[in-house]
């Protein structure tokens, strides 16, 4: 038996070996959540070396043992015999065990190796690297060849690389499915505190917090990097970085309306006008949400009346009435246009706006619920398109704030048309 160790980045792969890393991630990024995550990762990872035979244990953190959860070539007597095995027993437990890349090269002749099914199936070489995370081992991931010395270095490299990227995918998913339930958990939490006003609030408001921190952490970091400080990077990295940093803007912008919404729903919240224009507003919203309208093939249109003086308002919390308004109206929206048109009323002194997209509509049932906190948190199209249910709250209590209002006219399966309009001045409120 041969104990190969490794540290850092594999060096002597190649290009070939690089393609079959970015290969494994594209597809393991695609199946993480799928119950067929382990077969598909073993299926690419035999595909990659040209080999029959292969399995994937995984670490229960419950019973300490090794798990098998897929397996491609061993006799059906092996995963009936061994389908949990301890930590230091058989192959598998001693890669957990040395934490890197274990070779048999002769099992015919070692006897260190307890395959006796496979000498049977006339197997000579076997490889197990383990599966790494930031958390450690998660699991092992083996090979074997009938070639006497079948695996060389530049195999033992690939597939312990191979293992990192498949550990991390694991503990991933591990941390999603952990996510999902803690999200259910304070759903439901908040829910049965719908009805005991202050308490909700000031628990929205705590956690918006804890959260808000964190999260900008996040982003402050992801341009850093993009920016080069740590060195240059390729095009794949740079497009991760780029939906770490569209997710996390998105998750920013989520805390800082339920933060928002606690604020208002509590009262004295200040207003702060200052001189701007509708313009501005556009160029800010086209920056934030222009790719995600791109991404979806989305037509977005700006109509804004010439005859629209200088706004004197509070900048700020108008461009979060655009922001979640134009935010809804892409996400719900699968192919078409948003229409964002904004006209001048100088009787009345108010900005008449509507924002109309061709998306999958409302029923008139829900006009009057659709501004209620939470309203979308069981609903089927929360867990199919995401979201709080708090921005038409935070937009609504916004228009209330500076003076204006909102009402909604929709079609099921057509689209909606949300017409808001405010006062083009208003006054200081501290």
């Known amino acids: ?32 959540n799928s119950a067929r995550i382990y077969d598909s990762a073993l299926d690419k990872v035999l ?3 040209n080999l029959r035979y292969g399995n994937i244990r995984v670490l229960d953190p419950a019973t300490g043992q090794l798990e098998l959860l897929s397996h491609r070539g061993f006799p059906d007597e092996y995963a009936e015999k061994y389908r949990s095995i301890k930590i230091g027993e058989r192959s598998s437990g001693k890669i957990v065990r040395t934490r890197g890349p274990v070779l048999w090269d002769n099992i015919q002749t070692d006897s260190s190796c307890a395959y006796l099914s496979l000498r049977k199936e006339g197997i000579n070489s076997l490889l197990g690297v383990p599966l790494l ?11 074997a060849s009938p070639e ?7 195999e033992i490299q690939l597939l312990a690389a191979m293992g990192r990227v498949i550990g991390i995918t694991i503990e991933n998913a591990r941390l999603f499915t952990a996510l999902k339930n803690n999200v259910d958990d304070l759903t439901k939490l908040t829910l049965r505190l719908e009805e005991s006003g202050g308490i909700k609030e000031r628990l929205l408001s705590v956690i918006s917090h804890e ?36 997710s996390g803007a998105g998750l920013l912008f989520q805390v800082e309306n ?27 919203i ?46 719900f929206t699968e192919k078409g246009s948003v229409n964002v048109r904004v006209r001048y009323s100088p009787e009345r002194r108010i900005a008449q706006c509507e924002i109309e997209d061709t998306g999958i509509g409302i029923s008139a049932d829900r006009y009057n619920v659709i501004f209620d906190p939470f309203h979308q948190i069981d609903s089927s199209h929360t867990r199919l398109y995401g979201g709080m249910g708090l ?4 937009v609504k209590k916004i228009l209330e704030l500076l003076g204006g209002g909102i009402e909604v006219d929709s079609v099921e399966g057509k689209g909606s048309i949300f017409k808001f309009w405010f006062p083009v001045e208003c006054k200081r409120r501290e």
């Open 391 to 394: 921005g038409l709250r935070n």
């Open 1 to 32: 038996m041969a104990v190969a160790k490794l540290s850092g980045v594999p060096n002597g792969i190649g290009l070939t070996g690089y393609s079959a890393l970015s290969a494994l991630a594209d597809l393991l990024t695609i199946a993480q």
């Open 47 to 49: 595909e990659v070396l």
């Open 258 to 284: 339920a933060i928002e919404v606690s604020q208002l729903e509590a009262g004295g919240v200040a207003v702060h006008p200052d001189p701007f224009t509708v313009d501005h507003i556009r160029d800010v």
């Open 211 to 246: 959260l808000r921190t964190p999260v900008t952490v996040i982003l402050g970091n992801v341009e850093i990097l993009m920016d080069g400080i740590f060195g240059e990077m390729n095009e794949k990295q740079r497009d991760s970085l780029q939906t770490v940093r569209r």
């Open 133 to 143: 995370a930031r958390e450690g081992v998660v699991g092992t991931l083996a090979v």
């Open 148 to 154: 006497r010395g079948g695996f060389g270095e530049q």
């Open 286 to 331: 086209t920056d934030t949400v222009g790719d995600e309208a791109t991404h979806k093939k989305l037509e977005l249109h700006w109509e804004i009346d010439s005859k629209l003086p200088p706004l004197f308002s509070d900048q700020g919390k108008l461009t979060k009435v655009f922001r979640n308004l134009i935010d809804n109206a892409i996400k």
